[in-house]
């Protein structure tokens, strides 16, 4: 199959264009100016998605249009009009991105949101049917070009899926796994204020995994399109993540147990200390149960490779 991936030159992209090459695919990255990509042979191109600048010819003769390119979430934001600035990326140039696949032919598309489109978490164990009630800019944008992307699908006709991801990491990523991996490559105890929280995650391994998963079953027919959310098999507390980690680098796990009074107060001042001891449970039973993928790489597994990276990049 010929697809082209938008955003390749990213964390995700960088995992999924050898991927894609591995499972026999033609593969056409879609970069933006200024990327540097380390990929074998595939076709490079180069477009301006906020514009549509260079994106009619990114997509010729491609069979699916995989959209990865976004404006992720921004912890220390510097924009005046934080939705304005996530609604151009990821509204508007999902938009231009889409119909530019729609005018180039493509059979389908996939594109890649996230579960802060539902909401911020809690206690609730969210599946593809909940109420979305996003609370963040980010998350807001997100649920925006869902609609977008469902509306003009409905008018043109090209089937497209779309795939919710809660915090996805692995080697590469620069998030709060690497954070924790550092905290502890250092012994330091890790502060708990809700020991016993989960949270749902997706090791990058799998991600690439459900794609080319979904682009078979694409292919020839079983699935048509919908809305996915995918995760690793496995829910993990702070306490859980800090100790694979821990065991990883070969180091005992300390920890510090604060009152939850004073979490919360922690937590209002730094999303970062917030989103890794909360709690934000999703359900991945959708898409098992229509086209049977299971996460080929267990948590344990996905926090030791992200470690060994770590250990190779910080020598």
Known sequence: MKVAVTGAAGFIGSHLVPGLLSAGHDVTAVMEHGSEPQFGDVRLTVADITTGEGLPGC??????????????????ETEKDPLAAYRRVNVEGTGNVLR???????????????????????????????????????????????????????????????????????????????????????????????????RSMVYVGNVVAVVIAVLESLCSGKMHQGTYIVKDE???????????????LGKVPRFLTFPSAL????????EDFRK???????????????????????AEEGIARTVQWYKRSAR
Not at 141 to 165: D, H, M, N, P, Q
């Open 100 to 198: 530019a696949a729609v005018q180039a032919g493509a059979r389908w598309f996939i594109h890649f949101s996230s579960v802060k489109a539902t909401g911020e978490g809690g206690e609730t164990v969210f599946n593809e049917d909940s109420p979305c009630k996003p609370s963040t800019p980010y998350g807001i944008s997100k649920l925006e070009s869902e609609e977008a992307v469902r509306r003009v699908a409905e008018e043109s006709g090209i089937r497209a899926v779309i795939f919710r991801l809660p915090m996805t990491y692995g080697p590469g990523n620069l998030g709060n796994m690497p954070r924790m991996i550092r905290w502890a490559d250092k012994m330091l105890p890790f502060p708990l204020v809700q020991p016993d929280n989960l």
């Open 234 to 248: 496995t829910d993990y507390s702070t306490r859980m993540i800090y100790s694979s980690i821990c065991r990883a």
């Open 59 to 76: 997509f010729s003769e491609v069979d699916a249009v995989v959209h990865l390119a976004a404006r992720n979430h921004v912890l220390k």
């Open 276 to 298: 890794v001891t909360s709690s934000f449970r999703v359900s991945s039973a959708k898409i098992r149960e229509e086209i049977g993928f299971v996460p080929p790489v267990l």
């Open 263 to 270: 979490g919360r107060v922690a937590g209002a001042i730094s």
